[in-house]
């Protein structure tokens, strides 16, 4: 079953990180990446870039909107994800509290439906 | 055999179903959520089971096995169910074929490994991804087997409500996909956790239930105690047995803690031989062996400071200095607003009201227990030793207002009434 995994953080606190403090998550991220393409639970996943950068946009009666921003402004914001397979949430919980953001963020995990 | 004497034997097959039924129903069930992988089906599966004993026993008399005998007719009944329903929808004719090629027969009616299932049962039901209401309404309906209409009484929520609540359990147990199993080593200590906690949680409502007409609700304690003794059983860690003589200790004072009426009466005022001395005396052995083990923590420290009141014949005779120590090792183990409020009441009894005084304003100074009606009872009643009426009268209102158990607010009105007469 393949589940997502929303990793939220705070972004100003990374904003606030210094080159080298930058580089050792990164590091950490590729790592993580590498354990679990091994395992065979890797499927995908991204980095975004920062809510600044994000739109939202709806239709209604026909008519587009956009307005500047993510959906929602939370203390945490969506700053990537890892499309996981797993054999159950049990599974999935133990790649996801090995996400190195699960440390100072928090990590949405979510079935992926599945249809017909 | 006359008719007379046929309806007699009859009679007793039903109540050998009957007493099958109350010990092994769980045990059916969660043999059969594992062979089936659905907890609806199973449940489904389990009556149909029993139906089919009570049909045919009375015939064929009773197996050797009941239980063996029940799991597969169940599983059976459950197969045969789905190729009904397969005729409507295709996806079911499959699952009925895997499910009937998946188990030889023979296993299910093997008895290894429903220790096993019935642990498994536990922990699915206190999955941490389930939230804290639908964890104790899954385990109570699940695990001890209540009705619906029984655990929303005893919890003073609607049946609707509840029925909702394990719907939507089980929903999320099927969509996310939690497992049923026993967790790993590594899972363990966390998993443990949430099922104790759903344990306490059920005897905390039992021991002092958090609205309604009475102070306590037996039933539920009582259910909390089966589960305890239960998971002990089946996983004897420390903290489980620690947790097992706490709900012993305290459920032992049952009858000492209200009078005829149905008042409440504090520990000090208790009539101590009205306290379960059998039960008392199983709580004191179980903290041995928790203790003897070492990974002991927070349950097996409660669990001693109530076995430090149950030792003490008379209300003066309460090692307060002990009962002070162990909450100072709580607070480093589990520190928390409620453990520091029952800590200075401790303080209080070894050092004086005006010591305990100091440390309870502490804790509301940070804005915690505002709304925790017990602060304020135990402010008002140090306040009160202390010859402090107005202020004891200002916590005791407060007090009153934040709880909504009647026998409780009863109290506080006696100590209001009494305080408002004295000369100040």
Redesign the interface.
């Given at each position: 079953?393949k589940y997502l995994c929303l990793i939220y953080e705070d972004e100003s606190a990374l904003k606030g990180m210094t080159r080298e403090q930058g580089q050792a998550i990164m590091a950490d991220y590729f790592a993580f990446t590498e354990g679990i393409k091994k395992s065979g639970h890797y499927v995908g996943g991204e980095a975004l870039k920062p809510t600044p950068t994000a739109s939202t946009v709806r239709v209604r009666q026909g008519k587009v909107s956009t307005t500047d921003g993510p959906f929602a402004e939370t203390k945490e914001q969506l700053g990537g994800f890892y499309l996981i397979e797993a054999?159950?949430?049990?599974?999935a919980?133990?790649v996801a509290a090995r996400i190195p953001g699960a440390k100072t963020g928090s990590i949405e995990v979510r079935?992926v439906e599945v249809f017909g | 055999m006359t008719d007379a004497a046929g309806e007699e034997a009859n009679e007793r097959v039903r109540e050998q179903i009957g007493a099958i039924y109350r010990s092994d129903s769980r045990r059916v069930l969660a043999t059969l959520i594992r062979l089936l992988g659905d907890f609806d089906r199973a449940e489904e599966a389990t009556h149909d089971a029993f139906t089919a004993a009570l049909d045919t026993w009375p015939v064929d008399g009773v197996p050797e096995n009941p239980r063996a005998w029940l799991v597969s007719t169940g599983r059976f009944k459950a197969i045969d169910r789905l190729r009904r329903g397969a005729r409507f929808d295709a996806a079911l004719a499959s699952l009925a074929e895997q499910l009937e090629g998946s188990v030889a027969p023979t296993i299910a009616v093997e008895d290894e490994g429903v220790d096993d299932d019935r642990l498994r049962l536990i922990f699915t039901c206190c999955?941490p991804?389930l939230s804290a209401d639908a964890r104790i309404a899954l385990t109570l309906r699940e695990v001890c087997g209540l009705a619906t209409e029984q655990i929303a009484r005893a919890f003073l929520t609607s049946a609707p409500t509840l029925a909702q609540r394990v719907v939507r359990a089980k929903g999320k147990i099927r969509?996310?996909?939690?497992?049923y199993?026993v967790?790993s080593l590594t899972?363990l200590p966390d998993r443990l956790d949430a099922v104790l906690h759903v344990i306490y949680l059920v005897f905390n409502e039992g021991y002092s239930a958090s609205g309604g007409e009475s102070l306590t609700r037996p039933d539920l304690s009582a259910e909390a105690i089966r589960l305890g003794r239960l998971l002990t059983e089946l996983l004897p860690e420390p903290e489980a047995i620690g947790l097992l003589a706490l709900m012993l200790l305290h459920d032992a004072r049952r009858a000492a803690r209200t009078s005829r009426d149905g008042e409440i009466v504090l520990l000090d005022a208790q009539d101590r031989t009205l306290w379960n001395r059998e039960q008392i005396d199983e709580g004191l052995e179980l903290i041995e062996r928790a203790l003897s083990l070492r990974r002991f923590g927070p349950y097996t420290l409660q669990a001693a400071i109530a076995a430090v009141h149950a030792e003490a014949h008379e209300s003066s005779a309460t090692d307060w200095r002990q009962i002070a120590g162990l909450y100072d090792v709580l607070m480093r183990v589990d520190p928390s607003p409620v453990v520091e409020l029952n800590r200075a009441a401790a303080v209080a009894m070894r050092d004086g009201p005006e010591a305990g005084l100091t440390l309870i304003d502490a804790i509301f100074a940070r804005g915690e227990l505002a709304e925790y009606h017990f602060a304020y009872s135990a402010r008002a009643d140090l306040c009160r030793r202390l010859g402090r009426t107005t202020e004891a009268v200002a916590a005791y209102e407060r007090a009153a207002a934040l709880t909504n158990q009647a026998p409780e607010r009863r109290f506080i009105e006696r100590r209001l009434a009494e305080l408002r007469a004295a000369p100040s």
């Open positions: 079953m054999k159950d949430l049990n599974d919980i133990q079935p | 999955h991804a969509e996310a996909r939690i497992p199993q967790p899972e």
